[in-house]
Every structure is written in structure tokens, then in C-alpha cells.
């Protein structure tokens, strides 16, 4: 005959204990859900969290291109595409020596660091790489020539930031800036406000090229919302 099982009741207290214990496993992250507000580049966005809080979010494992550096614009562009104003959830990683969160976007379901790598927009970042599978995506966007790939030399933003591998940027991307600054001599003009812009492209040429700052105005990093829109 069945005997009847004997259940005990477990004190609140040990359950609390048990709750601090998983948290420390590996693989239980710590998670941030709120609404993108801002993409700086192609691997940092601030994110607006419950009670109107205002996170910095630096995407672990990659890096993508500076803002100046061929493709900044648009690994930026690319990002935002995928997450501007869009609610998403972070697995957090880290907090970096600049006080960002270093995490993992995921929106909708998608992986957007592993994203922007699938789509040549950024680097797998070799420093702080734990996911070895990155680097077969990076390969497969390389053989592809996907986004920067097309360039024949790229190169790797954290070579360019300290001035390339031999302490100086390379003639030829000195030449590009030299060209880069001849086209904005000859194309910015007179024109200074919104109004004036005849498209978005033209509103985003006279922010990045020239400078014009005020044609954005709550500093998103897109000028003229009547032409461009948000994320677009």
C-alpha cells in the first residue's frame, strides 16, 4: 500500500538564499529591458529603462567602425536601423572603464552585435571575444565583402584610433581626409537651417561634413526630423 509523501515546507529565508546563489551562476545575466533613445555609432545607443533613467549601452564582443572612419556613418546608420525607439533587452556583461553597460541587444528576437558583424558593420572585438563562433561570422561577411569588407584594406577601428600600426594614419587614409576636406569647402554653401535642405541626404551631409549642429537639435545624430525622420 502507498504512503502518503511527506512535504516540508521550506523557510522564505532559504528560498531567498537559493535566489542570491542562482544569480552568481554563469549564465544568468543580469537583464535591462527599456526603449532606445539614442545611437551614438555602430556599437553604443542610450537607452531610457523604468523611472525615466537614462542608460549608456557599449555592445559587447564588437567594434565597430569610428564615426570619421570609412563606414562609421554607416554601421551607425545600421544600428539605428534596427534599434532606434524600438524596446529591447540587454544581457549584461559588464560596466567598462567609461561607465557603460557592456551587454547584448537583442530586439525582436534578434541578436543586433552578432547583426552588425553578419552584415560587415562591425569588427569582432578580439580583446573581449568569448563567443568563438563571431569570428566565423566576421569570415563569412569578409568573403562576402559585406559593408566594410568591400574596402580591400580595411582597417580595425581600435588600430585606427591609436593611428594605425605605426603610430601614425596611414597616407592613405590622410589622403581621404585631405579630400574629404576639399568636398566640404566646395559643397556646404550658405545654407544653415532646415528649411533650406532640399533632402535628407543633403540635411545629413551638412551635419556630418560641415558641421552644422544645430540642424540637430536634441542631438540623436539625426539632423532634421521633418525630412529624415527618426532612425531613418
Not at 103 to 108: D, E
Not at 146 to 160: Q, V
Not at 205 to 210: I, V
Request: glycine content about 10%; charged content about 25%.
Amino acid at each position: 500500500m502507498a504512503t502518503t509523501a511527506q512535504f516540508k515546507i521550506i523557510p522564505p529565508a532559504f528560498l531567498v538564499l537559493l535566489l542570491f546563489l542562482y544569480a552568481d551562476l554563469p549564465g544568468a545575466a543580469e537583464l535591462l529591458e527599456g526603449r532606445v533613445v539614442g545611437v551614438h555609432d555602430g556599437d553604443t545607443v542610450t537607452l531610457l529603462i523604468p523611472g525615466n533613467q537614462q542608460v549608456k549601452i557599449r555592445l559587447a564582443q564588437i567594434d565597430a567602425p569610428e564615426s570619421d572612419q570609412a563606414f562609421g556613418q554607416r554601421s551607425r546608420q545600421s544600428l539605428s536601423d534596427m534599434v532606434f525607439n524600438k524596446n529591447i533587452r540587454v544581457e549584461k556583461e559588464t560596466i567598462d572603464k567609461y561607465g557603460r553597460t557592456v551587454g547584448t541587444i537583442f530586439v525582436a528576437g534578434l541578436d543586433a552585435n552578432r547583426e552588425q558583424i553578419k552584415r560587415g558593420m562591425a569588427w569582432t572585438y578580439r580583446k573581449y571575444m568569448h563567443d568563438q563562433s563571431l569570428l566565423q561570422i566576421e569570415e563569412e561577411a569578409r568573403l562576402a565583402k559585406a559593408g566594410l569588407w568591400s574596402d580591400p584594406n580595411p582597417m580595425p577601428p581600435w588600430e585606427y584610433r591609436h593611428g594605425g600600426k605605426n603610430g601614425s594614419v596611414p597616407n592613405q587614409v590622410a589622403l581621404k581626409a585631405e579630400l574629404t576636406n576639399q568636398q566640404v569647402n566646395s559643397s556646404c554653401g550658405s545654407k544653415h537651417y532646415c528649411r533650406e535642405m532640399g533632402s535628407c541626404e543633403e540635411a545629413k551631409l551638412y551635419l556630418t561634413q560641415c558641421g552644422f549642429s544645430r540642424l540637430d537639435r536634441d542631438g540623436d545624430g539625426i539632423p532634421c526630423e521633418s525630412l529624415c525622420g527618426h532612425g531613418k
